[in-house]
């Protein structure tokens, strides 16, 4: 899997969007980018993924940059109950084993 | 829909005791997948199964630890003569059948918390 690069933590006001970027300049062409985020030590929540597309569904937006190097994962609207550790994982649609960095902290104020 | 069920919750141990670990997939899901979350560290891949079948086990301790599928109920991680440092939370992720090459997002069930004492 392809490393990624993420900031540890981040603020963001209540009801405005969560911008949080990842980089993977190492990424393959046959990998995906996935985003998970873990609540206070909940199992970790699935959020969405992608290949070269922008992607978005019903929790977030997902922005990959043209030559694959980064993404942005856009939660357009921050509730408090979004404050979580994000995961940014580079892997092979194939791939069996996810591999967790540190995350970032995401942290909403009210 | 159910989502992946783990039980126990919570689970205390005295060292040299064993613990077992069990998890339910999503409906419809065929892949098993353990990862362990150490205190204040990210989750590390343990083991990968199949109905039957361990798939990738690279991640697993050679020592004490196991891990099965079985084809009728859950996936069991057995561990045994448990040491203070196996006190983490274990989580189970499950996820469906796909053709290779195709992405396959896991999900993860809400872990099982050893203590061993």
């Known amino acids: 899997d392809a490393k990624t690069t993420q900031p540890p933590s981040m603020d963001c006001a209540e009801g405005r969007a969560a911008n949080l970027p990842c980089n993977h300049s190492t990424i393959s062409g046959n990998e995906y980018v996935y985003w998970y985020r873990q609540i206070h030590s909940q199992g970790p929540q699935y959020i969405i993924h992608g290949l070269k597309n922008n992607e978005t569904n019903e929790m977030a937006s997902l922005i990959i940059t043209e030559d694959r190097k980064s993404s942005t994962l856009i939660l357009p609207h921050a509730t408090l109950r979004d404050t979580a550790v994000y995961y940014c994982i580079a892997a092979a649609g194939s791939a069996r084993q996810l591999t967790f960095g540190s995350g970032t902290q995401l942290t909403v104020l009210p | 829909n159910a989502g992946v069920m783990q039980n126990p919750r919570h689970l205390v141990r005295r060292r040299g005791q064993e613990a077992r670990l069990r998890c339910s997939p999503m409906?419809?899901?065929?892949?098993v997948y353990w990862y362990r979350q150490l205190p204040e560290e990210g989750l590390k891949f343990m083991v990968y199964l199949q109905k039957e079948n361990i798939i990738d086990e690279s991640g697993m301790p050679k020592e004490r630890f196991s891990a099965e599928f079985p084809k009728e109920g859950p996936s069991i991680l057995r561990i045994q003569q448990v040491v203070r440092g196996d006190s983490a939370a274990y989580f189970c992720?499950?996820?469906?059948?796909?053709?290779?090459?195709?992405?396959?997002?896991?999900?993860f069930g809400p872990g099982t918390r050893l203590t061993v004492l």
């Open positions: 992720a499950s996820s469906s059948t796909s053709l290779a090459g195709a992405s396959d997002e896991q999900f």
């Open positions: 409906k419809g899901h065929s892949h």
